[in-house]
C-alpha cells in the first residue's frame, strides 16, 4: 500500500497542491517496479491487491496476537515504523485535512467564526480549489477543542503542504499515545488480550493509511476514550470524565460513553447523594465545553454544527438502506414532494432506534452492579458506541476509531465485528478522488449502505438483542458457537491455552471527586 500511494496519481491520494509530489525511497520503489507507467485504471487495480493483501495481513496478524504467537514488542515496533513511513507519503484517502486548514484560518487568519460562516465566504485563500465541493458552503461540524487546535496550526503552518503535513503528525501522535495508554493498562488488567488491543490499533490498515495518512481528528477522539478507560481503571471517575469532555470537544460521539458513565457513578453513590453526583460530573464537562466553545455560540448555530452533521450521509453507511427504502415507499405514494420528508423520517427512526439502544445499556447499568465494574463498563461503552454508528446513515472508515480502543474489552461478535469492518472498509474505497474511476465504474450507485457493512449490523443486533433478553452483562460472552471460533482460534502445534476468565475487579469508587 507505501509503494502504490507513492506513486504519481495514485488511487490513494487526494486531490494535492501544485508542484506537491511524492518523494522518498518509496518514490524511488514506486519508479523502479513502474507503477508510473501504469494509467489509472491499471494503478486501481494494484492498489485494490495492495489492500487487500493488507486486509488480509491484518486478520492474520490479528489471530496470531489473540492466540500469543507474536510478542508485544514486535507488534510495537512493527506499529511505530508502520506510522513513521505513512509520514513519507501525501495525503491520502480524504480531503477534511483541507476543511480542517479552512476552519482553522477563519479563526487565526480572518477572526471569524467557522460555526456561522463557511469557506465559501473566504473563495480567495489557497485552500479553496483543494477542498471537497460538497464542504465549501457548510460550516465547521467539530468540536471547539479540535478548532482551537486547527487554529494554532494554522496560525504556525502557513503552507498547504504544512497543513497537511501538521495534521499526518498530529494524528500519529494521537495514534501512537492511545497504543501507549491502551497497551500499558491491557497489559495489566488483561494480559491475555494486551498483545491484540495494540495490534487492532498499530497494525490497522485503516488506522495507517486512512486516518493517520489522511490526518483525521478522530484518532483525538480515540486518545481521550483510551485515557478515560486508563483513570477508570485507576478509580479516577471525575477524570475520566474530563477525559470523555475533552473528546466530546473534539467529536460529538464521545458523548455517549460519558452519559454511561456518569450513570454508572450516579448509581454507585448512595441515593442521597446521586443528585450531587449528577450535578459534579454533568457541570464540570459542560463547564469544560462551554469555556471551549463560548467564543463561537451563537443563536445562528447554537449546537456548534451538530444539526448540520446530522444531516449527512454516506453510501457505506447501513443506514442508507432504510433512508432509501423509506424514502422509495414516500415516493410511491405521494410521488416526489413526500421524498423527503420520507427521509427525514427515516432520520428520525435511526436516532430512536440508536437512542432506545444506548438506554437499554444505561439501564442495565443502573440496575446491576456487576454492569458497574470497569471491564463491564468498558465494554458497555463499546457496545454504546456501536449502537450509535452502525445505524446511522453516515459512516467513515475513520469513525471505527472511536471503538477500536475498546476493543480488547468486547466479547465475540462486536469485537470480531470492528475487524470484519476495518478489513472490509480498507479494501473498498478503491480511489479517492472519483474523477479517477473508469466510467463505467463511476456511474454505479448503490442504493444502499455497504453489503458486509449491513450484515455485520443485522449481526451485532442480533447479538445485542439476545444479550438484553437474558440480562447478561455487556462483557460477557453469549453461550454456543458463532462466526469467527474457529478462525480466531487459530489452533497450531505450540498454540497458548485458551484464555482464562479474567479476576473480578473493584467496582466503581462512588465518590462524585473521583
Not at 507519503?89 to 479563526?107: A, C, E, H, I, K
Not at 472490509?424 to 465504474?441: F, I, K
Amino acid at each position: 500500500m507505501t509503494v502504490v500511494a507513492a506513486t504519481p496519481r495514485s488511487p490513494f491520494s487526494a486531490i494535492l497542491p501544485d508542484n506537491y509530489e511524492p518523494t522518498g525511497p518509496f518514490r524511488w520503489l514506486a519508479d523502479l517496479v513502474l507503477l508510473d507507467r501504469l494509467n489509472n485504471t491499471g494503478l486501481m487495480i494494484v492498489g485494490l491487491l495492495a489492500t487487500a493483501a493488507s486486509a488480509v495481513g491484518f486478520l492474520w496478524v490479528l489471530r496470531e496476537a489473540w492466540n500469543g504467537r507474536v510478542t508485544m514488542r514486535a507488534v510495537v515496533v512493527l506499529a511505530v515504523v508502520a506510522h513513521a513511513v505513512v509520514l513519507m507519503l501525501p495525503l491520502l484517502f480524504s480531503r477534511d485535512v483541507y476543511s480542517y486548514g479552512y476552519y482553522g484560518r477563519m479563526v487565526s487568519t480572518y477572526g471569524a467564526n467557522p460555526y456561522t460562516l463557511s469557506p465559501s465566504d473566504f473563495p480567495l485563500n489557497s485552500l479553496w480549489r483543494l477542498t471537497w465541493p460538497g464542504w465549501r458552503g457548510t460550516s465547521s461540524v467539530y468540536g471547539p477543542l479540535f478548532t482551537w487546535l486547527s487554529a494554532a496550526l494554522t496560525s504556525v503552518a502557513q503552507s498547504v503542504p504544512g497543513l497537511i503535513n501538521g495534521f499526518q503528525l498530529l494524528a500519529a501522535a494521537a495514534s501512537l499515545g492511545t497504543l501507549a495508554i491502551v497497551g500499558r493498562l491491557v497489559r495489566r488488567v488483561r494480559p491475555d488480550r494486551a498483545v491484540f488491543a495494540v495490534a487492532v490499533l498499530g497494525l490497522n490498515p485503516i488506522v495507517v493509511f486512512h486516518v493517520v495518512g489522511g490526518g483525521h481528528n478522530d484518532m483525538l477522539v480515540a486518545l481521550f476514550v483510551a485515557a478515560a478507560v486508563a483513570a477508570l481503571y485507576a478509580r479516577r471517575t471525575l477524570l475520566s470524565a474530563v477525559m470523555l469532555g475533552l473528546g466530546m470537544s473534539v467529536k460529538a460521539s464521545a458523548i455517549v460513553p460519558l452519559i454511561l458513565l456518569i450513570v454508572a457513578v450516579a448509581a454507585e453513590a448512595p441515593k442521597h447523594r446521586r443528585l450531587r453526583v449528577l450535578l459534579t460530573y454533568g457541570g464540570i464537562t459542560s463547564a469544560i465545553w462551554l469555556a471551549l466553545a463560548l467564543p463561537f455560540l451563537t443563536t445562528q448555530n447554537p449546537t456548534l454544527g451538530l444539526m448540520e452533521a446530522s444531516g449527512h450521509d454516506s453510501w457505506m453507511a447501513p443506514g442508507q438502506a432504510v433512508v432509501r427504502l423509506v424514502s422509495g415507499i414516500g415516493g410511491l405514494i405521494a410521488g416526489d414532494p413526500l421524498r423527503v420528508p420520507a427521509q427525514t423520517l427515516a432520520r428520525l427512526l435511526l436516532l430512536a432506534t440508536s437512542v432506545a439502544c444506548v438506554t437499554l445499556i444505561a439501564r442495565r447499568i443502573w440496575r446491576d452492579p456487576a454492569a458497574r465494574e470497569p471491564g463491564a463498563l468498558v465494554a458497555a461503552w463499546g457496545w454504546g458506541l456501536l449502537v450509535v454508528i452502525l445505524p446511522s446513515p453516515v459512516l467513515f472508515t475513520w469513525y471505527l476509531m472511536w471503538i477500536l480502543p475498546l476493543a480488547w474489552a468486547l466479547p465475540r461478535v462486536p469485537r470480531r465485528a470492528l475487524v470484519i469492518l476495518s478489513a472490509t472498509l480498507v479494501v473498498s474505497q478503491l480511489v479517492t478522488e472519483t474523477a479517477l474511476l473508469p466510467s463505467a465504474v463511476a456511474k454505479v450507485n448503490l442504493p444502499y449502505g455497504h453489503p458486509v457493512a449491513i450484515v455485520v449490523a443485522i449481526w451485532v443486533a442480533a447479538d445485542f438483542l439476545r444479550r438484553a433478553r437474558a440480562g447478561r452483562s455487556w462483557d460477557a460472552e453469549t453461550p454456543g458457537a458463532r462466526f469467527g471460533d474457529r478462525f480466531e482460534t487459530g489452533r497450531t502445534r505450540g498454540a497458548l491455552p485458551e484464555h482464562p476468565e479474567p479476576e473480578p475487579r473493584p467496582v466503581l469508587d462512588p465518590t462524585p471527586v473521583g
